[in-house]
C-alpha cells in the first residue's frame, strides 16, 4: 500500500509533528501542501491530509488544493488535524470535499496543538507542549491501525 501525506502546518508546526510520526509508522512518504501539484497523488493508493485547524476548518491552502484534484478513483483518504480543542468536527468540510472527489474515506484522527492566537498569545497560550509524547503515540497508534483498514 504506497501512502502519501499531504500536510499543512504554519502556526506551531504541531501538525507537522503528527505527519512526520504517522509517515514513519506508515513508511509513506510526506510533503507540505505547498510543494503538491495534483499529478502528485498519482502512484499512491492511501493519501492522508491533515493540518491545523483555522476558523473551524483545515488550513485553507489543503482545501484549496483538494479544490483542484480531478474526480478519483480507486484511491483511499484519511483525514487528521491539531487544533485549539482537539475535535474532530473542524473535519466535516474537507471531508466533503474529497468525498465528493471520490476518495473512500477509511479513518481520521485529531489532538490539540499548541495555540497562541489572538489574545492566548499573552499568556502563553494554551495546549503548551502539544502535542505530547503521548499525542503522538496515539497518532502512531492510528496509522499502525490503518493497515488492517485498507
Ligand atoms: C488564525 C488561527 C485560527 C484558529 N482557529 C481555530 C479554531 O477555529 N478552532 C480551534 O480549535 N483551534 C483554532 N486554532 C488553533 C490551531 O488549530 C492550533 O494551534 C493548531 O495546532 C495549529 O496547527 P499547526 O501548528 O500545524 O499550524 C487557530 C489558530 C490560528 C493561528
Redesign the pocket.
Known amino acids: 500500500m504506497k501512502t502519501l501525506i499531504v500536510?499543512?502546518?504554519?502556526?506551531?508546526?504541531?501538525?507537522?509533528?503528527?505527519a512526520k510520526v504517522m509517515a514513519e509508522e506508515l513508511e509513506a512518504d510526506h510533503i507540505h501542501t505547498g510543494n503538491a501539484q495534483p499529478e502528485t497523488l498519482a502512484t499512491y493508493d492511501l493519501i492522508g491530509f491533515?493540518?491545523?485547524?483555522?476558523?473551524?476548518?483545515h488550513?485553507k491552502t489543503l482545501l484549496q488544493f483538494v479544490e483542484t484534484l480531478p474526480p478519483m478513483t480507486q484511491k483511499r483518504a484519511f483525514v487528521f488535524?491539531?487544533?485549539?480543542?482537539?475535535?474532530i468536527k473542524?473535519h466535516a468540510a474537507l471531508k466533503e470535499k474529497l468525498v465528493t472527489r471520490g476518495f473512500a474515506i477509511v479513518d481520521e484522527f485529531c489532538c490539540?496543538?499548541?495555540?497562541?492566537?489572538?489574545p492566548l498569545k499573552l499568556f502563553g497560550?494554551i495546549?503548551k507542549g502539544?502535542?505530547d509524547e503521548k499525542d503522538l503515540a496515539a497518532a502512531r497508534a492510528f496509522a499502525h491501525g490503518l493497515k488492517n483498514k485498507v
Not at 500536510?7 to 503528527?18: A, G
Not at 491533515?50 to 476548518?57: D, E, N, V
Open positions: 500536510y499543512t502546518s504554519v502556526h506551531h508546526q504541531n501538525t507537522e509533528k503528527v491533515g493540518s491545523g485547524i483555522y476558523f473551524g476548518k488550513h488535524s491539531t487544533s485549539g480543542d482537539g475535535k473542524h490539540k496543538g499548541w495555540d497562541t492566537v489572538g497560550g495546549n502539544k502535542p
